[in-house]
């Protein structure tokens, strides 16, 4: 099975555990204030009232939503799961704002779409892609001249693969070695502009401590007793105009 179907399967079971657990900010590791997250990708990416931006893998849109209202970008979310499709325009409704819409869209076929963004967000989804060389692809076809594409995933430990094999099983989610990663990235005209460790956010709780059905799942290298953001990292590229 692979990881699309495994992702879909996970999130029809789970999504309202995920809903009742994180709101509406769905997150590996739960910290005390999302907003310092969406806070330090939307001013990465500098985002700005002219962009065209797309959140793919939205989730229940609680970033969208954000970007929306504080950096007051015109976005568009898109997900494959039809429940946080409803509960995002359900919380887009209460929102009044204008400049935000979601709908149910593969971001494995952007360009079918048909449409053009300067800023393209992958928050904790592209890891659930099951090609990631026609992600990176339908991306750079889907940007404006100079528009930036922004990943945060998380990236193999070289002595964790029973576990990493484990996290992909349960949730449907790629660990990328960062060679691979780097190599499918040269394929395309992108140039890398910022690839580092994601900042250290003042934690809540942890993957490991959601939901009973996680208990039995071995994915210690998520817990807090160590540094979740040695693997985790984020890439911010640039399509050359």
Request: proline share 2%; charged share 25%; glycine share 6%.
């Amino acid at each position: 099975m692979d990881n699309m179907q495994i992702t879909i399967d996970h999130y029809n079971k789970y999504t309202p555990l995920y809903y009742k657990v994180c709101g509406s900010v769905i997150e590996s590791y739960i910290s005390k204030n999302p907003r310092d997250i969406l806070s330090f990708i939307g001013s990465k990416v500098k985002l700005n009232t002219e962009d065209k931006v797309l959140d793919a893998g939205c989730g229940f849109g609680g970033p969208a939503l954000y970007f929306a209202d504080i950096f007051r970008s015109n976005i568009l979310g898109i997900n494959i799961n039809k429940q946080q499709l409803d509960i995002a325009n359900e919380l887009k409704d209460a929102s009044k704002l204008s400049n935000l819409n979601f709908k149910f869209h593969d971001f494995h076929k952007l360009s079918d779409l048909n449409m053009k963004f300067d800023k393209i967000l992958f928050i904790e989804s592209i890891g659930h892609s099951n090609d990631l060389d026609k992600v990176i692809k339908e991306s750079y076809k889907s940007l404006n001249n100079n528009g930036i594409v922004f990943i945060k995933t998380f990236f193999s430990l070289n002595n964790s693969p029973k576990i990493e094999k484990n996290v992909q099983d349960f949730y449907g989610y790629s660990t990328y070695k960062e060679e691979q990663f780097i190599k499918t990235i040269e394929k395309y005209n992108f140039d890398i502009v910022e690839f580092d460790s994601f900042p250290v956010i003042d934690l809540d709780s942890d993957i490991s401590e959601r939901f009973e059905s996680e208990a039995g799942v071995d994915i210690s290298y998520l817990r807090k007793g160590r540094n979740p953001f040695s693997v985790w990292k984020y890439i911010i590229l640039k399509k050359d105009g």
